[in-house]
């Protein structure tokens, strides 16, 4: 198993300690299977709504979770679980706020698209395509006003650079040089169309770089590597003040779009040559080749299915959240009034 | 016309027809009888509203319908079919160009009176016929009221109200006119309101059933005197008969888990743990619940501590919402004011509820190897009211039997 | 006391703020260098310079959602709008994004910005540079609402506003920009939710909004010479946080309410304060509730025609007569 097509991703693997390689195998196996698990509890009708599951999408997550500060910003889209996880959520509080329960990260108040938690830097996932492309860029600028080197990571589908609010993003980023990293995971759908049936160029982030001055930056996103290793430029850049990146990392979702997707529109052969280069076993197998412990593998992955366990029972057991917690926190002192 | 099932009586909101003497066809003169139709309170003839021909009977006899509902139509003398029933309305303002609600009055009719001239002549038990109206179109207006009660001081009967009626948010619809104006009128405030609500909810989903049982709390009561004065040292309160009451309920529920449990349609949810809900008055000014979780885990010791410390946080109205939810089964403790027995309402979803009132020095009849004899035990009356749906009696009896059986047979210095 | 124009008010209020708190700043199309183009910005890239006082490009969802961005992230920036008629434009940062993110993530963040952009008719703009849009915020929860009549609360609010930890909308409306009138020197900040009586009266209460003040004013005169009825003006200011007490002791003492709203007709403020009012203290009123209102058509761009449609004095007047007549 070696990296993927297309064939202008480097093929090279990047120097990287092995600590920091057994973070990375560890956190995108934690992510698949708490994601799985969201699944079996929605198949189970625990989890109510809807949620987008981004299996197979791991390795933009840990690479980026990896090397970033815990100081820095995230900002991603509902497709978010993995992406919230990794800043250092607990399993239990996102199980908990899939099945609308009081141990949930929101006291299941925003639920699976909304998932927050600003004391770890996740500031937010965003439901409405677009929108949190300037809102990232505006946390980049106070980070750049207060002089904190502080960045803000922003994490999007190839939809959504076809909206609006990307293209305002970019310019405005550019043009204050903000630290911010724009990263675009193209998984080839947007919702249920394939993105290169709605575009007007080939590469929908890559190929638009220039048009806002930036270098156009394509790698293969299932590689944890090559993500780890484009992320540590990335926010190297934006933290000396060279000003925003766009990186558009080539993946693929193994599910549907949403749960109530099962994805039909995808042709079978696409499927199955993506499920082969699936970021985690393809991983394992450079980990052995590089001389990496199997047993140390195996234990990452015995603690990670025992965690998922412990998380469940805890966040099956949480009651629903009191109902009076919907009539709070509207505003800032916490109350809900708007009248005398 | 259309002649509609009247209102026969306030509270009212159906009737049934029990008789025609009319069917359709028949031609009919105005007064004529229609038809008898009754509520449980009243039986009534219905007139013909005017000279016609019934064109058709919408309702059969034995049919009940709501307030309002066409019985019969009746074809005037021209023919047509017209709304006669429906009390007169202000004309709805059509909206001109500059959009603007228009006028109130009718031409040729006397205009009606505006809400507040409603309610001080109701306040004054005045004629609206004999106050002056100097608005336009003999419109009374609310000065025109004033100055006559003014005037006419002398001789008024009732104190004018306040000026301002229920200035509070209140949810529910005031009365037409009001009635009785001689009362103090003290709304209520939000505890009030809720409680209220709660309890006809909580009367009207579980079928209550009272059962009480007699405890002898001597055992309790050695333990509680010979630790009276240590235990107000050490701990800065008093310890009360409610802890050992407590952790009794607390292994009858283990025994008894019918009664630690929600009715959820056809099932009943038998809850694994035990949070106690202790009932908490406020002064007077409410009643809350305050939760003990896992209350089944404590000592009396502990027991005795978290009733203390929620019941103070609660008179200060320091609790938190969390703290007032997921109670299994409640206590509620009457005996300050010296009751004998009470029986207290459900606290919804629970399926059981315990008052415990005074426990008072008695004579009562011991029974001894050498015969009777009287004595004088301390007795408290333990009264459960459960939801009839999820146990029955003799389940509910077991269960009390086995509280005072731990009340008085346990060895309660071990617990302390 | 100094006199100042409404527009003026503007730039004193956001230097004020400025001056006490270095997390303020400002953001928006022409406000640096240009100082805004109805120069209510004036003066101030000047004395704060290009890191708090910026220009951006036209790109109204880039502009609210770095405010958003920044208001999460320590800071209190102000952003202008320039019309708000352009609100639409960026509908989706306030209304979906601003207003919501603190409910949704269980209190966990707050935004504490301002979106500040000129308001309503009367300057012959045409329709899509005339709205009166503060119902389209009032009726999203999560947003505060301000629309001052006069320079001393466009200063008092507008440092209210910016030191309210909530998003505020705060709509000046434009053709009252050249107005003057007497306002606090020093720090002055005005409490949000609060109305005013800015007339007191006997007859009748007309509560307004923003331009609408000023010609309530006029007509309580006009009433008062000419028909013997004593007019009692309240200037709403603020539509949320709504000061219900002051409206609801004021019509319960006259006993009729009348609205005036530049609004068009369909959902303007004016409906709600008669639902509420209709709702609460009913049994003070002594006739129906009129609500004098823009119709609900877009605004023509002729001066004959703006001003026909536009609730004027006269109108107030007209009104209110037939009511107490």
């Not at chain 3, 045409?126 to 999203?140: D, K, L, P």
Request: hydrophobic share 40%; with cysteine; charged share 25%.
């Amino acid at each position: 198993m070696g990296s993927s097509d297309p064939s202008e991703i480097p093929t090279n693997i990047p120097n990287i300690d092995t600590d920091t390689r057994l973070k990375l195998y560890r956190t995108m196996y934690e992510c698949r299977v708490l994601e799985q698990r969201a699944y079996d509890l929605f198949m189970q009708n625990l989890v109510k709504g809807t949620s987008h599951l981004a299996l197979g999408q791991e390795a933009v997550a840990a690479g980026f979770g990896t090397a970033m500060r815990q100081d820095d910003y995230t900002f991603c889209t509902y497709r978010g679980h993995n992406h919230t996880y990794v800043r250092g959520v607990s399993m239990t509080s996102i199980l908990g706020e899939l099945m609308g329960r009081e141990c949930g990260l929101l006291r299941g108040k925003g639920g699976s698209m909304h998932l927050t938690s600003v004391e770890h830097g996740a500031m937010g996932s965003y439901a409405i395509i677009g929108a949190h492309l300037p809102v990232a860029a505006g946390a980049a600028w106070s980070a750049q006003y207060r002089g904190t080197e502080q960045v803000a990571v922003c994490f999007f589908g190839d939809g959504t650079t076809n909206i609006g609010a990307f293209h305002e993003a970019l310019n405005f980023a550019v043009i204050w040089k903000l630290p911010v990293v724009f990263v675009c995971e193209n998984n080839l759908y947007m919702e249920y169309t394939a993105i290169a049936d709605v575009t007007a160029v080939e590469r929908p982030a890559a190929d638009r770089a220039q048009a806002y001055g930036l270098e156009p930056i394509l790698i293969d996103g299932n590689d944890a590597d090559a993500v780890y290793e484009a992320a540590g430029a990335a926010l190297s850049r934006a933290r000396k003040g060279e000003g925003p990146s766009l990186i558009e990392a080539m993946t693929y979702r193994h599910g549907g779009h949403s749960r109530a997707d099962p994805g039909k529109y995808r042709p079978d052969e696409e499927v199955q040559e993506w499920l082969a280069k699936d970021p985690i076993p393809m991983y394992r197998g450079r980990l052995i080749s590089l001389g990496i412990d199997k047993e140390a593998l195996d234990a990452i992955e015995s603690e990670t299915n025992a965690a998922i366990e412990a998380a469940t029972e805890e966040a099956r057991n949480s009651p629903p959240p009191p109902v009076d917690i919907a009539h709070i926190d509207v505003w800032a002192d916490g109350s809900a009034s708007w009248r005398n | 016309m259309n002649v509609l099932m009247p209102q026969l009586g306030e509270t009212v909101t159906q009737g049934t027809v029990v008789a025609w003497h009319k069917k359709e066809g028949d031609q009919v003169s105005k007064d004529e009888i229609l038809a008898d139709v009754e509520t449980d309170k009243a039986a009534v003839e219905i007139p013909a509203p005017a000279d016609g021909v019934i064109s058709s009977v919408q309702v059969q006899e034995g049919e009940t319908v709501d307030v309002g509902t066409v019985l019969v139509v009746i074809n005037g003398p021209e023919g047509s079919a017209e709304d006669s029933s429906v009390p007169a309305t202000d004309e709805q303002p059509k909206t001109d160009h500059s959009s603007e609600a228009s006028r109130s009055s009718h031409s040729g009719k006397r205009p009606s009176l505006s809400p507040v001239v409603r309610r001080l002549i109701a306040e004054h038990r005045l004629e609206a016929d004999a106050i002056p109206a100097s608005g336009r179109g003999g419109r009374l207006t609310r000065s025109d009221v004033m100055s006559f009660i003014e005037s006419h001081a002398a001789d008024a009967s009732a104190q004018p109200a306040e000026s301002a009626p229920a200035q509070a948010k209140s949810p529910a619809p005031q009365p037409a006119v009001p009635l009785f104006s001689d009362g103090d009128r003290v709304p209520f405030d939000r505890i009030r309101r809720v409680t209220a609500e709660h309890m006809v909810r909580s009367k009207a989903t579980s079928p209550h059933v009272l059962q009480a049982v007699e405890a002898d709390f001597s055992a309790v009561e050695f333990v509680r005197s010979q630790s009276r004065e240590r235990w107000r040292a050490d701990h800065g309160f008093s310890l009360t008969y409610l802890p050992f009451i407590a952790q009794a309920v607390c292994v009858a529920l283990r025994d008894f888990p019918r009664l630690n449990s929600n009715v959820d349609g056809d099932s009943l949810i038998l809850h694994k743990r035990i949070h106690l809900s202790v009932a908490v008055d406020l002064n007077f000014e409410g009643l809350v619940a305050p939760v003990i979780q896992n209350a089944d885990g404590l000592t009396v010791s502990e027991l005795a501590h978290r009733i203390h410390e929620i019941s103070a946080r609660a008179r200060e109205g320091k609790l938190s919402a969390d703290e007032f939810s997921g109670g299994t089964y409640t206590l509620s403790n009457n005996g300050s004011f010296g009751t004998l027995l009470t029986g207290a309402i459900i606290n919804q979803p629970q399926v059981g509820i315990l008052s415990i009132d005074a426990i008072k020095k008695r004579p009562m009849v011991i029974e001894g190897p050498a015969g009777d004899s009287i004595g004088i035990r301390p007795i408290g009356i333990l009264s459960q009211s459960f939801d009839h749906r999820a146990v029955d009696g003799a389940y509910s009896a077991a269960f009390l039997h086995k509280i005072k059986t731990l009340l008085e047979e346990k060895d309660w210095s071990a617990e302390l | 006391m100094a006199e100042l124009t409404y527009r003026e008010a503007v730039s004193e209020a956001i230097a004020q703020e400025m001056r006490r708190d270095s997390n303020v700043v400002f953001l928006g199309e022409d406000v640096a260098a240009a100082g805004g183009v109805f120069k209510t910005t004036a003066g101030l890239l000047d004395e704060f310079g290009p890191d708090r006082v910026k220009d951006t490009p036209i790109s109204e969802q880039a502009i609210i959602g770095a405010a958003m961005g920044a208001s999460m992230t320590g800071l209190r920036p102000i952003a202008e709008i320039m019309f708000s008629d352009f609100f639409a434009v960026c509908w989706d940062l306030v209304a979906n994004q601003i207003a919501k993110t603190r409910y949704m993530t269980d209190g966990q963040c707050s935004f504490p910005l301002v979106l500040r952009s000129a308001n309503g008719g009367g300057s012959r703009f045409g329709a899509q540079h005339s709205q009166s849009v503060e119902n389209w915020a009032m009726a999203v929860p999560g947003l505060k609402v301000v629309a001052p009549s006069n320079a001393a609360d466009v200063k008092g609010l507008l440092a209210a506003s910016v030191r309210d930890p909530d998003p505020v909308m705060f709509f000046e409306q434009k053709s009252l920009y050249a107005t003057k009138g007497e306002v606090p020197e020093g720090e002055h900040v005005e409490p949000l939710g609060v109305a005013s009586i800015v007339r007191s009266g006997t007859d009748v209460t007309v509560v307004a909004l923003a331009a609408m003040v000023p010609r309530a004013l006029k007509a309580a005169e006009i009433l008062q010479d000419e028909h013997g009825v004593s007019v009692e003006v309240v200037d709403v200011r603020c539509l949320v946080p709504l000061d219900t007490k002051t409206i609801l002791d004021s019509v319960s003492r006259t006993g009729r309410l009348v609205t005036v709203e530049e609004n068009p007709r369909l959902c303007g403020w004016g409906a709600e304060i008669a639902s509420i009012v209709t709702e609460e203290i009913f049994w003070n009123l002594d006739g129906p509730i009129v609500r004098v209102t823009t119709p609900h058509i877009p605004l023509p761009s002729a001066d004959a025609l703006e001003d026909a449609v536009l609730p004027s004095s006269e109108r107030i007047v007209e009104n209110v007569k037939r009511l107490v007549d």
